[in-house]
C-alpha cells in the first residue's frame, strides 16, 4: 500500500518548515513503548510519554511539525490505519492531531486532567531544564575564564621563549652574514685586480686597433685624392665629348630643318596649283552644267511641240486607221527627222 505518511498534515502555515529531527531521534524511537490501539496502553499514558520525550528534544521541541512528526511515528497497528485514513491537510499543529486522538481512544474527561498535570509537568521540567542550563552557562563560563588565564600564562611564556630564540637566531645571522661579507670582499678584491688586469690589456688591444684604422683610413684618403683626380679627368673628356656630339647634332637638325622648310614650301605651293585646278574645273563643270540644263529644256520643249502635232496628225488619220491603214505608213514630215526622234515619237505614241 503506498501513502504519503504525512499526508494528513498541513505544514504550510508553519514558520520554517520543514525542520530536520534530533540527531538521537532514530535510537530513541526504536525505544519508544508505540500506541496501538487495540491493547491495554492507554491513550492518556501514551500522551504522558510523548510529552515527555518532547520536552527532551530541546532545541527541536519548539518546531511545531517536528512534534507533529514525533508524534505520528509513535502511532502502529490500528492507531496507524486510523491516522493515515484522515483526510489530507487535516492537521495544521499538534493540538489538532491529540484531539483527534483523544476522541478516538481517549477518556474526555481524564484527558482533561491529564492535560493540565501534563502542562505542569512541562512546566515544571522546562524551569528545571532552564535551571540546569544556567548552571551549565555559569560552569562553562568559568571554565573559559580559567582557560583564558591559562593560555595569557602559556603565551607570556611561550613570548619569552621565542625573544630569546630569536636573540640567539639574531646573533646567529649576524655572524653568518659577517663571515658573508668579509668572503664577498675577498672576492671583490680579486674580482677588481682582475678586472684592472682585462681593463688594461684591453686598452692595449684598442690602441693596436686605432693605430690600424688609422692607417687604413689614411690609405682610403690617398685612395680617394685619386680617385677624384681621375673621375675630374673623366668629367672632363665626357664634357668635351658631349658639347662636340650637341654641335654635330645641332647641325644636323638645321640641316633637316631646312629641307624641311623647302618640303613644306614645295607642298604649299602644290595645294595652292591643285586649289586654282579645282576652282577651274569647278567652273567648268558649272558652265557645261548650264549649257546641258539649257540643251536639255530647248529638246523637252522640242518634244512637247512634235507631241502636240503628232495628236493633231491623229485626229486627221483616224479615217485612214479605219480603213486599215499599215504600221509602217509613215507620215510625210516624219520622215524628214532623224530616226531616232522617229522612234521616239513611236514610243510616246505606245
Known amino acids: 500500500m503506498d501513502y504519503d505518511?504525512?499526508?494528513?498534515?498541513?505544514?504550510t502555515n508553519i514558520q520554517g518548515a520543514l525542520h530536520g529531527y534530533p540527531p538521537f531521534f532514530g535510537d530513541a524511537i526504536d525505544e519508544f513503548p508505540p500506541f496501538q490501539g487495540n491493547d491495554f496502553f492507554t491513550a492518556e499514558a501514551h500522551l504522558q510519554n510523548v510529552s515527555l520525550y518532547i520536552n527532551k528534544c530541546l532545541p527541536y521541541s519548539k518546531y511545531e511539525d517536528v512534534k507533529m512528526?514525533?508524534?505520528?511515528?509513535?502511532?502502529?497497528?490500528?492507531a496507524f490505519d486510523w491516522y493515515v485514513k484522515l483526510p489530507n491537510n487535516n492537521f495544521d499543529s499538534l493540538q489538532s492531531i491529540i484531539d483527534a486522538f483523544e476522541d478516538k481512544y481517549g477518556?474526555?474527561?481524564?484527558?482533561?486532567?491529564?492535560?493540565?498535570?501534563?502542562?505542569?509537568?512541562?512546566?515544571?521540567?522546562?524551569?528545571?531544564?532552564?535551571?540546569?542550563?544556567?548552571k551549565d552557562i555559569q560552569l562553562n563560563q568559568a571554565l573559559v575564564r580559567k582557560n583564558v588565564e591559562?593560555?595569557?600564562?602559556?603565551?607570556?611564556?611561550?613570548?619569552?621563549?621565542?625573544?630569546?630564540?630569536?636573540?640567539?637566531?639574531?646573533?646567529?645571522?649576524?655572524?653568518?652574514?659577517?663571515?658573508?661579507?668579509?668572503?664577498l670582499e675577498e672576492k671583490m678584491s680579486i674580482m677588481e685586480f682582475n678586472h684592472s688586469n682585462q681593463v688594461t690589456a684591453m686598452e692595449a688591444s684598442y690602441q693596436e686597433e686605432i693605430s690600424l684604422i688609422q692607417n687604413r683610413l689614411s690609405t682610403m684618403d690617398e685612395e680617394m685624392t685619386i680617385m677624384r683626380f681621375n673621375y675630374n679627368n673623366q668629367l672632363d673628356t665626357m664634357q668635351a665629348n658631349h658639347k662636340k656630339e650637341i654641335n654635330y647634332m645641332q647641325n644636323c637638325f638645321m640641316g633637316m630643318k631646312a629641307k624641311n622648310d623647302k618640303i613644306i614650301k614645295d607642298m604649299e605651293a602644290s595645294q595652292i596649283c591643285l586649289h586654282?585646278?579645282?576652282?577651274?574645273m569647278e567652273e567648268n563643270h558649272t558652265k557645261e552644267v548650264s549649257a546641258m540644263k539649257v540643251e536639255h529644256s530647248n529638246q523637252m520643249d522640242d518634244i512637247t511641240m512634235e507631241k502636240i502635232q503628232v495628236q493633231k496628225f491623229q485626229h486627221q488619220s483616224e479615217d485612214e486607221r479605219?480603213?486599215?491603214?499599215?504600221?509602217?505608213?509613215?507620215?510625210?514630215y516624219l520622215l524628214?527627222?532623224?530616226p531616232s526622234y522617229y522612234e521616239v515619237i513611236c514610243s510616246i505614241e505606245k
Do not use: W
Open 69 to 78: 512528526k514525533i508524534f505520528i511515528l509513535t502511532l502502529f497497528g490500528d
Open 336 to 338: 524628214q527627222q532623224a
Open 107 to 134: 477518556d474526555k474527561d481524564k484527558v482533561k486532567e491529564k492535560v493540565e498535570v501534563t502542562k505542569t509537568i512541562q512546566v515544571e521540567n522546562y524551569f528545571k531544564e532552564l535551571i540546569q542550563m544556567v
Open 322 to 332: 479605219n480603213k486599215k491603214m499599215s504600221i509602217d505608213h509613215k507620215p510625210p
Open 5 to 11: 505518511l504525512f499526508a494528513p498534515c498541513d505544514f
Open 150 to 183: 591559562l593560555n595569557q600564562a602559556q603565551l607570556i611564556k611561550d613570548k619569552e621563549l621565542n625573544q630569546a630564540r630569536l636573540t640567539i637566531d639574531h646573533a646567529r645571522e649576524i655572524n653568518s652574514m659577517q663571515s658573508k661579507l668579509l668572503a
Open 276 to 280: 586654282n585646278r579645282l576652282m577651274t
